[in-house]
């Protein structure tokens, strides 16, 4: 496993270190072989995260992650020697707000936030109620194995 971060002086040991955990834990839950995985992290402000939700989803508002898979949703992963599972983009000051709002560290919002992307680049969503359970799932058993659970 490896995770590009976009501005790795500005992110602290134990975030770093908990990514890749999550990431690995992502990639178990999956079965793939964390090996062959790469990642590539970017945290923004409100203002810049508002402008790719609007360009790229055509939403204009702050959201607190966006993910850009680098694959097909039915393409076979297994087979790759090297998979690049795509972009994360996570908005520190809409983590910020959601921590203050459900009750938990800011550190344990970015690292739910950075495992439910890791799930949408792994091709789950959560449009539709049993997709949004299953996801929700996966979720938790994640931040479990983190001990980060609720």
Request: charged letters at 40%; proline letters at 1%.
């Amino acid at each position: 496993m490896f995770i590009y971060f976009d501005d790795e002086q500005n992110v602290d040991k134990w975030t770093s270190e908990t990514m890749y955990a999550a990431a690995k834990a992502c990639a178990a839950e999956e079965e793939l072989e964390d090996e062959k995985l790469t990642i590539s992290v970017s945290f923004v402000d409100g203002e810049e995260i508002r402008t790719l939700n609007r360009e790229y989803r055509g939403v204009d508002s702050v959201t607190d992650v966006l993910s850009f898979p680098q694959f097909a949703e039915d393409e076979d992963l297994e087979d790759w020697d090297e998979i690049s599972l795509g972009d994360v983009v996570l908005c520190k000051d809409r983590a910020r707000e959601q921590a203050e709002e459900f009750g938990h560290s800011y550190e344990r919002e970015l690292i739910y936030l950075f495992v439910h992307s890791c799930f949408h680049l792994l091709g789950y969503d959560h449009e539709e109620e049993e997709d949004k359970k299953v996801m929700r799932e996966k979720e938790e058993k994640v931040m479990s194995v983190l001990g980060l659970g609720r």
